[in-house]
């Protein structure tokens, strides 16, 4: 198993960056693709951002094309996600996720952080 914790949210005007993090602890975290979803208020939770084990290979969601960027540094046990040009439809609890399947998807892992809170002002 491994365990996750997000950190970095917080309130940011439109146009603005934020970077979360989040770190691993357990099991060996190169072993897992790393994927970020977020949910907003009264919305489903969706997929963001997603990398390959070893950082060589980046998906994103529609929303996160162009204006953010997914990262892992595996000697560190965290991913990040760079969050730049930020709009008000941001706003959203933006949760870390492990995944131990072999092949990419968009489909959640197994395990969740508990999220952190990004809200973006007009």
């Known amino acids: 198993q491994v365990q996750l914790v997000e950190s970095g949210g917080g309130l940011v005007q439109a146009g603005g960056s934020l970077t979360l993090s989040c770190s691993a602890s357990?099991?060996?975290?190169?072993?897992?693709?790393m994927k970020w979803f977020r949910q907003p208020p009264g919305k489903e939770r969706e997929f963001v951002a997603g990398i390959t084990r070893s950082g060589t290979t980046r998906y994103y969601g529609d929303s996160a094309k162009g204006r953010f960027t997914i990262d892992r540094d595996n000697a560190r046990d965290t991913v990040y996600l760079q969050m730049n040009m930020l709009r008000p439809e941001d706003t959203a609890v933006y949760f870390c996720?492990?995944?131990?399947?072999?092949?990419?998807?968009?489909?959640?892992?197994?395990?969740w952080g508990q999220g952190t809170q990004v809200t973006v002002s007009s």
């Open positions: 357990g099991r060996t975290f190169s072993t897992y693709v």
């Open positions: 996720n492990a995944d131990a399947k072999f092949e990419f998807d968009i489909a959640p892992g197994a395990y």
